[in-house]
């Protein structure tokens, strides 16, 4: 496997200087699909409703305050990662397909840098190439990149690959490429907290890098850990020093954390097999991955999956002097995947995302044992056979890249490998909602609520991380959330008798009160659906739905005043809030305050330029000053808030 070789040059028609644009010209390609497909899950939490985005005062503000949008349990920091979107909302709005071009130009720059890194390694431009090809195409990496907002996982991959690049340049140039990817360093850890690993890659790198003109002293390993290797950790450190000042501890309890942490790690051996398996053979790849935890040591399947990394360890280990590329991608495998060893509970065993960085060394090892055996086979046969399984690897990217098309494909999807997943049910739930697909919604959402725990016939049966697991689900918004589609259905006593057992779990629950406002509104019960909105509100004073719903009770009742007052309100706590903006400027042209209804009309398009309604009341009160008697600006229909 020596860069000397004359297959280490394949492919020979293609210029060496060349060869990074053509791969990342490969992982455009492997991505292109991706631009038709809408925002799915967490996308609909982190941008689709995240009105922090609207404003780059929110965005630079995250640099000193977490990350911990409403849906979500966890509370993360990565300001960068939010500002990249914060300048995407102000590009593309809430069009996903500017958001799809970016992760795929990402894609395609870290999948360049696979290769530039290869080859500032090693030596070998056909090795490197088959690397940096193998990482664009690898359809492990779709989550990574199709999924929107977990852009976080290929930015920061992306950033760690530049700033190794910079570091083994910094050899040649000097300070300015080392201070480069000492800055790099920063803002990969400003993206995603996996790049608290970067220290040990460029230790890793770095030595690989030394030891390619035989072995280093002493000495030059003592220069090397004072010079270059520590301030990475410095940065790291400094990093964790600001993260623990703006998030605090992880205090959000979760379902890894009912096992013991030997168990977990003896457990991680059977997963650690699971990402080897996505890694050389990516078939029936979906969204979650039920790993059942070993309960005791003598679990056969857990030693023999201890048995086999020992024995994989070991070949490693034995490589290191003949064909130290492979040893170098094990070691980066291994080092990649050490934040999610559940030394620190996880919410799951694993993800195909978590697997993005980890795949680079994968592709390092596996492009040079490709080269190797093209070497030994020799001819056009062999190559015949590289390109043939790039192909593949492709065909599948490409297919995989459709089941994220939208969130019922991906649901479904999921749900032919995993039936006992709520959070799987709840959110196909949702998505039909979304589609106007109400009996499909209400379906999905019972399934959900037949999972829990507490409602399982044979719950005793159920492991303590069985149990935990599956609590990880809100229950009590899946409750609200399908009394919302019984509202929608017009069954509306069914639809109070839902939201009450959302209350009953979660007492002062903010969605299930709003709903049961709306829903008493639509009965009638109009007392009811004013302390119901009252409630959520004394609750929570900052939940703009429920003001701009109390605000359209109002409205209807003459109360202009009170009506104005709570539109301000919702205003005041979702400043993006555009409906609450029409209806505003509704309430101030009826109390005859043109300049301000036009004002507040005007904004309310300029956030949302769809909403029809807004152009209506805005050419009615323009029209107005004209002719006094022009049609009365309209509110939305109930629920609009």
Same mark, same amino acid.
């Given at each position: 496997?020596?860069?000397?070789?004359?297959?280490?040059?394949?492919?020979?028609?293609?210029?060496?200087?060349?060869?990074?644009?053509?791969?990342?010209?490969?992982?455009?390609?492997?991505?292109?699909?991706?631009?038709?497909?809408?925002?799915?899950?967490?996308?609909?939490?982190?941008?689709?409703?995240?009105?922090?985005?609207?404003?780059?005062?929110?965005?630079?503000?995250?640099?000193?305050?977490?990350?911990?949008?409403?849906?979500?349990? @966890?509370?993360?920091?990565?300001?960068?990662?939010?500002?990249?979107?914060?300048?995407?909302?102000?590009?593309?709005?809430?069009?996903?397909?500017?958001?799809?071009?970016?992760?795929?130009?990402? @894609?395609?720059?870290?999948?360049?840098?696979?290769?530039?890194?290869?080859?500032?390694?090693?030596?070998?431009?056909?090795?490197?190439?088959?690397?940096?090809?193998?990482?664009?195409?690898?359809?492990?990496?779709?989550?990574?990149?199709?999924?929107?907002?977990?852009?976080?996982?290929?930015?920061?991959?992306?950033?760690?690959?530049?700033? +190794?690049?910079?570091?083994?340049?910094?050899? *040649?140039?000097?300070?300015?490429?080392?201070?480069?990817?000492?800055?790099?360093?920063?803002?990969?850890?400003?993206?995603?907290?996996?790049?608290?690993?970067?220290?040990?890659? &460029?230790?890793?790198?770095?030595?690989?890098?030394?030891?390619?003109?035989?072995?280093?002293?002493?000495?030059?390993?003592?220069?090397?850990?004072?010079?270059?290797?520590?301030?990475?950790?410095?940065?790291?450190?400094?990093?964790?020093?600001?993260? @623990?000042?703006?998030?605090?501890?992880?205090?959000?309890?979760?379902?890894?954390?009912?096992?013991?942490?030997?168990?977990?790690?003896?457990?991680?051996?059977?997963?650690?097999?699971?990402?080897?398996?996505?890694?050389?053979?990516?078939?029936?790849?979906?969204?979650?991955?039920?790993?059942?935890?070993?309960?005791?040591?003598?679990?056969?399947?857990?030693?023999?999956?201890?048995?086999? +990394?020992?024995?994989?360890?070991?070949?490693?280990?034995?490589?290191?002097?003949?064909?130290?590329?492979?040893?170098?991608?094990?070691?980066?495998?291994?080092?990649?995947?050490?934040?999610?060893?559940?030394?620190?509970?996880?919410?799951?065993?694993?993800?195909?995302?978590?697997?993005?960085?980890?795949?680079?060394?994968?592709?390092?090892?596996?492009?040079?044992?490709?080269?190797?055996?093209?070497?030994?086979?020799?001819?056009?046969?062999?190559?015949?056979?590289?390109?043939?399984?790039?192909?593949?690897?492709?065909?599948?990217?490409?297919?995989?890249?459709?089941?994220?098309?939208?969130?019922?494909? +991906?649901?479904?999807?999921?749900?032919?490998?995993?039936?006992?997943?709520?959070?799987?049910?709840?959110?196909?739930?949702?998505?039909?909602?979304?589609?106007?697909?109400?009996?499909?919604?209400?379906?999905?959402?019972?399934?959900?609520?037949?999972?829990?725990?507490?409602?399982?016939?044979?719950?005793?049966?159920?492991?303590?991380?069985?149990?935990?697991? *599956?609590?990880?689900?809100?229950?009590?918004?899946?409750?609200?959330?399908?009394?919302?589609?019984?509202?929608?259905?017009?069954?509306?006593?069914?639809?109070?008798?839902?939201?009450?057992?959302?209350?009953?779990?979660?007492?002062?629950?903010?969605?299930?009160?709003?709903?049961?406002?709306?829903?008493?509104?639509?009965?009638?019960?109009?007392?009811?659906?004013?302390? &119901?909105?009252?409630?959520?509100?004394?609750?929570?004073?900052?939940?703009?739905?429920?003001?701009?719903?109390?605000?359209? @009770?109002?409205?209807?009742?003459?109360?202009?005043?009170?009506?104005?007052?709570?539109?301000?309100?919702?205003?005041?706590?979702?400043?993006?809030?555009?409906?609450?903006?029409?209806?505003?400027?509704?309430?101030?042209?009826?109390?005859?305050?043109?300049?301000?209804?036009?004002?507040?009309?005007?904004?309310?398009?300029?956030?949302?330029?769809?909403?029809?309604?807004?152009?209506?009341?805005?050419?009615?009160?323009?029209?107005?000053?004209?002719?006094?008697?022009?049609?009365?600006?309209?509110?939305?229909?109930?629920?609009?808030?």
């Amino acid at each position: 496997m020596s860069a000397g070789t004359p297959e280490s040059s394949w492919p020979s028609w293609l210029p060496e200087g060349r060869r990074t644009w053509a791969i990342a010209l490969v992982a455009l390609a492997a991505y292109l699909n991706t631009i038709p497909n809408d925002f799915v899950w967490d996308d609909l939490h982190l941008i689709v409703q995240n009105e922090r985005l609207a404003s780059f005062e929110n965005a630079f503000r995250a640099f000193g305050a977490p990350a911990n949008e409403s849906g979500l349990r @966890h509370s993360y920091y990565r300001p960068l990662d939010v500002l990249t979107f914060t300048v995407d909302r102000a590009l593309f709005g809430l069009q996903p397909a500017g958001y799809h071009v970016e992760n795929a130009a990402i @894609h395609a720059g870290a999948a360049a840098c696979v290769f530039r890194v290869g080859l500032a390694l090693f030596g070998a431009p056909g090795a490197a190439f088959l690397a940096g090809l193998l990482f664009a195409v690898h359809p492990v990496n779709t989550e990574a990149v199709t999924f929107v907002s977990m852009r976080s996982y290929s930015l920061s991959t992306l950033l760690m690959l530049a700033s +190794l690049l910079l570091l083994l340049a910094s050899r *040649r140039r000097g300070l300015a490429a080392y201070f480069g990817s000492l800055v790099c360093c920063a803002g990969a850890l400003l993206v995603h907290e996996q790049a608290l690993v970067l220290p040990l890659l &460029a230790v890793l790198a770095d030595a690989a890098d030394l030891r390619r003109n035989g072995p280093p002293t002493r000495e030059a390993w003592i220069r090397a850990l004072a010079t270059r290797w520590l301030p990475f950790g410095g940065v790291a450190a400094v990093y964790l020093i600001f993260r @623990h000042a703006a998030v605090g501890p992880l205090s959000v309890p979760m379902a890894s954390g009912a096992v013991a942490l030997p168990l977990r790690l003896f457990t991680m051996a059977r997963v650690i097999w699971v990402d080897l398996q996505l890694l050389a053979l990516p078939i029936n790849q979906h969204m979650v991955w039920e790993i059942t935890p070993s309960v005791s040591f003598a679990d056969p399947k857990g030693l023999a999956a201890v048995l086999g +990394l020992t024995a994989l360890a070991a070949g490693a280990y034995r490589l290191r002097r003949f064909a130290f590329p492979m040893t170098f991608g094990a070691l980066w495998l291994a080092i990649s995947l050490t934040p999610y060893s559940q030394v620190i509970p996880l919410y799951d065993w694993t993800c195909e995302r978590w697997l993005y960085l980890a795949s680079a060394g994968f592709c390092v090892a596996a492009g040079h044992g490709a080269a190797w055996l093209a070497a030994k086979g020799g001819g056009k046969e062999a190559r015949f056979v590289i390109a043939t399984g790039l192909a593949v690897l492709m065909a599948l990217t490409v297919k995989r890249n459709g089941d994220w098309r939208d969130g019922i494909r +991906l649901y479904q999807q999921t749900l032919h490998y995993t039936q006992d997943a709520p959070v799987v049910w709840g959110n196909l739930g949702y998505e039909c909602r979304r589609a106007g697909l109400l009996p499909e919604s209400e379906r999905a959402y019972r399934r959900a609520i037949a999972l829990d725990p507490r409602a399982v016939s044979g719950v005793e049966r159920l492991t303590a991380y069985e149990r935990a697991w *599956r609590s990880q689900t809100d229950y009590a918004d899946l409750h609200a959330n399908l009394g919302d589609v019984l509202r929608g259905m017009g069954r509306l006593p069914d639809a109070v008798a839902e939201l009450s057992k959302a209350l009953a779990i979660t007492p002062g629950h903010g969605a299930a009160l709003n709903n049961l406002g709306l829903t008493y509104d639509d009965m009638g019960k109009l007392d009811e659906a004013r302390a &119901a909105f009252e409630e959520a509100i004394r609750r929570n004073p900052s939940f703009p739905a429920a003001h701009s719903n109390l605000g359209n @009770h109002y409205y209807r009742h003459g109360d202009l005043a009170h009506a104005a007052a709570e539109y301000e309100a919702a205003i005041r706590a979702s400043p993006a809030f555009a409906d609450a903006h029409n209806n505003l400027g509704s309430v101030y042209f009826r109390m005859g305050r043109i300049d301000d209804a036009e004002r507040e009309l005007t904004r309310a398009l300029a956030l949302k330029p769809d909403l029809a309604q807004a152009a209506q009341n805005l050419q009615a009160v323009r029209g107005a000053r004209l002719a006094p008697r022009s049609p009365s600006p309209s509110l939305p229909p109930p629920g609009g808030g």
